[in-house]
């Protein structure tokens, strides 16, 4: 469905027409709610891609486990975890569960699910590496092991990319949700533009307030707030800084997040392999007109890797970086995506401080499914990203382990440095013999500060800053979540009055 000619003036015209986007309310008939999200499915809505955020803030996939507020493993589709002695998992699941096709949670469809994204041709990273299998052990219960005892594994079976869906789901390299997941709406119908989703009666928990709502695939922030503006949307994903001093405050949710805006630089080939010139670049690099100007003083200045939001990371360890070399013109390819206004502000300000430092600069700039292979590729000098450090598991250590050690999943900075890697690797066992969960959270803690320090020590990353999660929802609309790990914004409690949104 086209867009509307009022959001269409609204916004710019050309940021509207390449935006896409699906809106349409006549207004007749009761209130149903439009999401706009900011991000288009990369992998047909695969829960083995990013896409399975994009099904988990939809309130349609579940998992196995979910997080409290302390980051700690609490119950969803399954209701005990334990820990054997040789390192492996058994849990318990949750009886009376069907999937929206009407079959019936079960053992078997658990380990299936857990199996096909530990071997699927692009393991997510979660699971990447882990050796992990899933085997049933009775009707309801289920064993997990990984090739090494993994002690953050409930954690893990937390992450969106570990969904459960029903057997039919699954086609050889192929995973369609529609119709195969266990939460409280159901994707009825999936375009190219977005998905309708309706309740599922038969849910296990709480029925979901509305019976149905839709979700927009709008990429193009201008057009997100143009929508809401005009009451087209209803809720929207990630509002643009530099617009929200033109949206009434009763119509934003700001909350800390688990997200920092980095610099990740190419460790292995180009200019920046030499660390000297990395640590140039570090010191070129001042976050103050980001987090000031573009972010509109709603992101925090950085002081490492991990922000704010997570506040057992306060206590820094210091680190000491490589003395920079003085730049002799070398050329930076510098690069980043659309999707988040402000990377592309950003780019630009740190563009003209490394040419001032004496760099010459080139940059780049698309949408994130298009650029995303050739950032994992190493492609670009320079690589200017938003990265939720809690977003995969809840856990820190998961998030170090796929983007900074040798075999991580998402290294964009092509990182292999030992110490880095053993660093990482003495996380997942700081906490080994201990039984007492919270000492054994803090052990775990302090380890991801100590390896936080090792991994700035190699200049592969420039903490740029700590963004805040500023979700935009219309009057008469409630109960839309602000997560801080981002895995949630349509709940089964979301609901909207049959008055106008504007």
């Known amino acids: 469905m086209p867009l509307t000619r009022r959001t269409l003036l609204a916004a710019s015209a050309p940021l509207a027409l390449a935006a896409g986007g699906c809106f349409a309310d006549d207004g007749s008939?009761?209130?149903?709610?439009?999401?706009?999200?900011?991000?288009?499915?990369?992998?047909?809505?695969?829960?083995?891609?990013?896409?399975?955020?994009?099904?988990?803030?939809?309130?349609?996939?579940?998992?196995?486990?979910?997080?409290?507020?302390?980051?700690?493993?609490?119950?969803?589709?399954?209701?005990?975890?334990?820990?054997?002695?040789?390192?492996?998992?058994?849990?318990?699941?949750?009886?009376?569960?069907?999937?929206?096709?009407?079959?019936?949670?079960?053992?078997?469809?658990?380990?299936?699910?857990?199996?096909?994204?530990?071997?699927?041709?692009?393991?997510?990273?979660?699971?990447?590496?882990?050796?992990?299998?899933?085997?049933?052990?009775?009707?309801?219960?289920?064993?997990?092991?990984?090739?090494?005892?993994?002690?953050?594994?409930?954690?893990?079976?937390?992450?969106?990319?570990?969904?459960?869906?029903?057997?039919?789901?699954?086609?050889?390299?192929?995973?369609?949700?529609?119709?195969?997941?266990?939460?409280?709406?159901?994707?009825?119908?999936?375009?190219?533009?977005?998905?309708?989703?309706?309740?599922?009666?038969?849910?296990?928990?709480?029925?979901?307030?509305?019976?149905?709502?839709?979700?927009?695939?709008?990429?193009?922030?201008?057009?997100?707030?143009?929508?809401?503006?005009?009451?087209?949307?209803?809720?929207?994903?990630a509002v643009p800084y530099a617009q929200i001093a033109t949206l009434d405050e009763a119509r934003l949710q700001d909350a800390p997040t688990g997200r920092t805006v980095s610099l990740y630089l190419n460790t292995g080939a180009g200019p920046l392999a030499d660390p000297a010139l990395r640590a140039a670049v570090a010191a070129a690099v001042d976050p103050a007109p980001i987090t000031d100007d573009i972010y509109e003083g709603r992101a925090d200045a950085p002081e490492g890797l991990f922000g704010p939001a997570l506040a057992w990371a306060a206590d820094h360890r210091p680190r000491t970086l490589p003395e920079p070399a003085a730049p002799g013109g070398e050329t930076l390819a510098l690069a980043t995506y659309s999707n988040r206004a402000e990377l592309p502000e950003a780019l630009t300000v740190i563009a003209a401080q490394l040419e001032a430092a004496g760099f010459a600069v080139t940059t780049e700039v698309r949408e994130y499914n298009d650029i995303e292979p050739d950032m994992l590729a190493g492609a670009f000098d320079a690589f200017l990203m938003s990265r939720s450090v809690v977003q995969d598991s809840g856990d820190a250590y998961t998030y170090l382990a796929s983007d900074f050690t040798s075999e991580g999943g998402f290294n964009v900075s092509q990182l292999a440095d030992p110490d880095v890697d053993a660093a990482v690797a003495a996380v997942a066992t700081a906490a080994d013999g201990t039984a007492d969960p919270a000492e054994a959270a803090a052990l775990r803690q302090g380890a991801v500060l100590d390896a936080e320090a090792v991994v700035l020590a190699t200049v592969a990353v420039v903490p740029v800053a700590h963004e805040r999660l500023v979700t935009g929802v219309a009057q008469g609309v409630t109960d839309v979540a602000a997560d801080p790990r981002e895995r949630r914004i349509i709940t089964a409690a979301t609901a909207i009055d049959s008055g106008p949104h504007r």
Request: charged fraction near 20%; glycine fraction near 8%.
């Open 29 to 237: 008939g009761p209130a149903r709610l439009v999401l706009a999200n900011a991000l288009t499915p990369a992998a047909g809505l695969s829960p083995h891609s990013e896409d399975a955020f994009l099904l988990a803030r939809w309130s349609v996939a579940e998992t196995l486990l979910a997080l409290g507020d302390d980051g700690l493993p609490v119950p969803l589709l399954a209701v005990e975890w334990t820990q054997n002695p040789d390192g492996s998992w058994d849990l318990a699941l949750r009886d009376g569960v069907r999937f929206h096709d009407g079959t019936a949670l079960d053992a078997a469809a658990a380990a299936a699910a857990l199996n096909a994204a530990a071997t699927a041709p692009a393991p997510p990273r979660v699971v990447d590496g882990l050796g992990l299998t899933a085997e049933p052990t009775g009707d309801l219960t289920l064993r997990v092991t990984t090739a090494d005892p993994d002690p953050v594994l409930p954690q893990r079976l937390s992450s969106p990319q570990l969904a459960i869906l029903a057997p039919a789901a699954y086609s050889g390299d192929t995973v369609d949700p529609v119709g195969s997941a266990t939460g409280p709406y159901a994707i009825t119908e999936s375009t190219a533009t977005g998905v309708e989703l309706s309740r599922h009666d038969d849910y296990w928990g709480e029925p979901a307030a509305m019976d149905g709502y839709r979700a927009d695939y709008v990429p193009d922030a201008a057009t997100r707030v143009a929508a809401l503006r005009s009451g087209e949307a209803h809720v929207i994903e």
